[in-house]
């Protein structure tokens, strides 16, 4: 079993690529470290994360990035025990999805075409990783 929690956010400031790519060398480094696993999808001043592994790791290491200046107002779309990790193999998978290139996943428009797409999956765990698993890696 592992413990998965997705969270959505708003950045405080608009993040350009250097800042992401700092932001991500550091979590990929601490993620590692932590056992942990996960995806961060980032859109126009919009974050969602998954994070997965084992769960008092996950929720402390949600304690601190919920602190994080970087962003605000985040909200918890879901959290518990699964039988298996959508990332096993990523210790953050990143897709900026302001790209033109990622917009044109699969699936992607007709899940993620509406501006308030975060709030969206409030009441929908299933959507959410629905469209979360758009970013598996092929097997
Ligand atoms: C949207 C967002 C996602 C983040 N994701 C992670 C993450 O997956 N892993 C991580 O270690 N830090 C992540 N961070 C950074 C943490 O908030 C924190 O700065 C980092 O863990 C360093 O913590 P430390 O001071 O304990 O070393 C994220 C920050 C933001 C704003």
Same mark, same amino acid.
Not at 9 to 23: G, K, N, R, V
Not at 53 to 58: C, L, N, P, S, T
């Given at each position: 079993?592992?413990?998965?929690?997705?969270?959505?956010?708003?950045?405080?400031?608009?993040?350009?690529?250097?800042?992401?790519?700092?932001?991500?060398?550091?979590?990929?480094?601490?993620?590692?470290?932590?056992?942990?696993?996960?995806?961060?999808?980032?859109?126009?001043?919009?974050?969602?994360?998954?994070?997965?592994?084992?769960?008092?790791?996950?929720?402390?290491?949600?304690?601190?990035?919920?602190?994080?200046?970087?962003?605000?107002?985040?909200?918890?779309?879901?959290?518990?025990?699964?039988?298996?990790?959508?990332?096993?193999?990523?210790?953050?998978?990143?897709?900026?999805?302001?790209?033109? /290139?990622?917009?044109?996943?699969?699936?992607?428009?007709?899940?993620?075409?509406?501006?308030?797409?975060?709030? /969206?999956?409030?009441?929908?765990?299933?959507?959410?990783?629905?469209?979360? /698993?758009?970013?598996?890696?092929?097997?």
């Amino acid at each position: 079993m592992v413990y998965r929690m997705v969270y959505v956010s708003a950045a405080t400031a608009p993040l350009d690529a250097d800042a992401l790519l700092a932001l991500l060398t550091r979590a990929r480094e601490k993620n590692q470290r932590l056992g942990i696993s996960g995806l961060l999808l980032y859109r126009d001043g919009d974050f969602i994360q998954l994070l997965e592994g084992e769960r008092e790791a996950v929720r402390g290491l949600f304690h601190t990035i919920e602190r994080d200046p970087r962003h605000t107002r985040t909200l918890v779309l879901l959290e518990g025990e699964a039988e298996q990790r959508l990332f096993p193999d990523w210790s953050m998978g990143f897709r900026n999805l302001s790209d033109p /290139a990622v917009r044109a996943t699969p699936g992607f428009s007709h899940l993620m075409n509406t501006p308030s797409w975060p709030t /969206a999956f409030q009441h929908d765990p299933d959507g959410c990783l629905a469209l979360l /698993a758009l970013f598996q890696p092929p097997v």
